[in-house]
């Protein structure tokens, strides 16, 4: 079963910046589609961009296009969301996640958590105004 374990979450104010990390265990990190979610105090978990298995295609949530990039080392099994001009409405715990097929790209639209297995517990993100 592969583990993956966020960090980078913090405390930053409106406008500021952060870079958070999934580190996964296992050896097959890199045969598998990726995704951010973040889940907000009262809210469904919503998926914000993901990254297929190479690196060479990803896509956002409107609400943070333009603003966080995804990235990936997979020779680090390493996953990266950058966030940039962060908002008191993008205060959320934020997971990743590993697609349940490998060597498939995704596209945001078509896909859901349901799609997404071996989540983390999260990190906390907050924004203050």
């Known amino acids: 079963q592969v583990q993956m374990v966020e960090s980078g979450g913090g405390l930053v104010q409106a406008g500021g910046s952060l870079r958070l990390s999934c580190a996964a265990s296992?050896?097959?990190?890199?045969?598998?589609?990726m995704g951010w979610f973040r889940q907000a105090p009262g809210k469904e978990r919503e998926l914000v961009a993901v990254?297929?298995?190479?690196?060479?295609?990803?896509d956002y949530a409107d609400s943070v296009k333009g603003r966080f990039a995804i990235s990936r080392d997979n020779a680090k099994n390493t996953m990266y969301l950058q966030m940039n001009s962060l908002k008191p409405e993008d205060t959320a715990v934020y997971y990743c996640?590993?697609?349940?097929?490998?060597?498939?790209?995704?596209?945001?639209?078509?896909?859901?958590?349901?799609?997404?297995?071996?989540w983390g517990q999260g990190t906390q993100v907050t924004v203050s105004a």
């Open positions: 296992g050896r097959t990190f890199s045969q598998y589609t």
């Open positions: 996640a590993q697609y349940r097929w490998t060597y498939l790209a995704v596209a945001l639209a078509s896909t859901s958590e349901r799609d997404f297995t071996s």
């Open positions: 990254i297929t298995y190479s690196g060479a295609l990803t």
